[in-house]
């Protein structure tokens, strides 16, 4: 066997995106940054960067998390403290020609967190904002309001990730605050599925399910009319039986 030589294969570069997603205003958003620079200088993306040669793919997704959105990584082996977000691999997109600049593999992750505040641009972007995914989706990718890259996909992927996997899971949970009503959680399912979702069904489901909600201990009366009791996301990462998406 011939001996190892790293000149006989072309270099390429290693990113991370993110797909970051939020419910506000009863609408499933996404984190999208203007380019400041080219290739596609004022296109919106997926924020993200180069992978640091003494950075692993999860640390990398986590650096460029803080510097977008100031939010932590959740680490799932330790009880979430409410200021984290939830950070999984999504994918990895390699076309060859996905970069102009030189040939770039970029692995992709889904983060989800509650409600977030105004986001800020930072590294290579001149803006940033929140976008209702439908919107974004809708513009097409080679359309001239489209998104850069084939971050269209990335986000197609990343949304349907996120729909399927409230279905059997309880990361629904994740877009909630620590502490949250079955309504406010609705509204998450709602936002995310794009449905309307019968309150009473709804409710005897998610409190039926075991481990998938506990009680919080107390009440609010922030979405207004009479107090609602407190919940908090239970142990079980796994729902049975499932919510399943209704047909639309």
């Known amino acids: 066997?011939?001996?190892?030589?790293?000149?006989?294969?072309?270099?390429?570069?290693?990113?991370?995106?993110?797909?970051?997603?939020?419910?506000?205003?009863?609408?499933?958003?996404?984190?999208?940054?203007?380019r400041g620079e080219q290739p596609f200088q004022g296109r919106w993306a997926l924020p993200g960067g180069f992978v640091r040669d003494d950075e692993d793919l999860a640390g990398?997704?986590?650096?460029?998390?803080?510097?977008?959105?100031?939010?932590?990584a959740h680490d799932p082996t330790v009880p979430d403290e409410g200021n984290g977000a939830h950070l999984e691999q999504l994918?990895?997109?390699?076309?060859p020609k996905r970069d102009p600049r030189m040939r770039v593999v970029s692995v992709a992750h889904l983060?989800?967190?509650p409600d977030l505040p105004a986001p800020?641009?930072?590294?290579?972007?001149?803006?940033?904002?929140?976008?209702?995914?439908?919107?974004?989706?809708?513009?097409?990718?080679?359309a001239p309001a489209g998104l850069a890259f084939d971050h269209e996909r990335i986000?197609?992927?990343?949304v349907e990730r996120a729909r399927s996997k409230i279905e059997y899971s309880s990361l629904a949970t994740a877009f909630?605050?620590?502490e949250?009503?079955?309504?406010?959680?609705?509204?998450?399912?709602?936002?995310?599925?794009?449905?309307?979702?019968?309150?009473?069904?709804?409710?005897?489901?998610?409190t039926g399910t075991p481990g998938f909600l506990v009680p919080a201990g107390g009440t609010t009366t922030r979405q207004g009319g009479r107090p609602a009791q407190l919940f908090r996301a239970g142990g079980a990462t796994l729902l049975n039986p499932p919510m399943l998406r209704p047909e639309v």
């Open 60 to 72: 990398a997704a986590a650096r460029e998390l803080a510097e977008e959105t100031g939010l932590c």
């Open 176 to 178: 909630c605050p620590p």
């Open 120 to 142: 800020r641009a930072g590294g290579d972007a001149n803006s940033a904002r929140w976008a209702p995914v439908d919107e974004l989706l809708a513009a097409g990718g080679e």
């Open 91 to 95: 994918a990895t997109y390699g076309d």
């Open 180 to 206: 949250f009503t079955v309504g406010e959680l609705r509204r998450v399912y709602e936002a995310v599925w794009g449905v309307a979702l019968d309150p009473r069904n709804f409710h005897r489901k998610v």
């Open 155 to 158: 986000l197609a992927d990343g």
């Open 1 to 34: 066997m011939s001996p190892y030589d790293p000149s006989a294969f072309p270099p390429f570069a290693v990113t991370v995106d993110l797909v970051v997603l939020t419910v506000q205003r009863h609408a499933l958003c996404a984190l999208v940054v203007r």
């Open 111 to 113: 983060v989800l967190a």
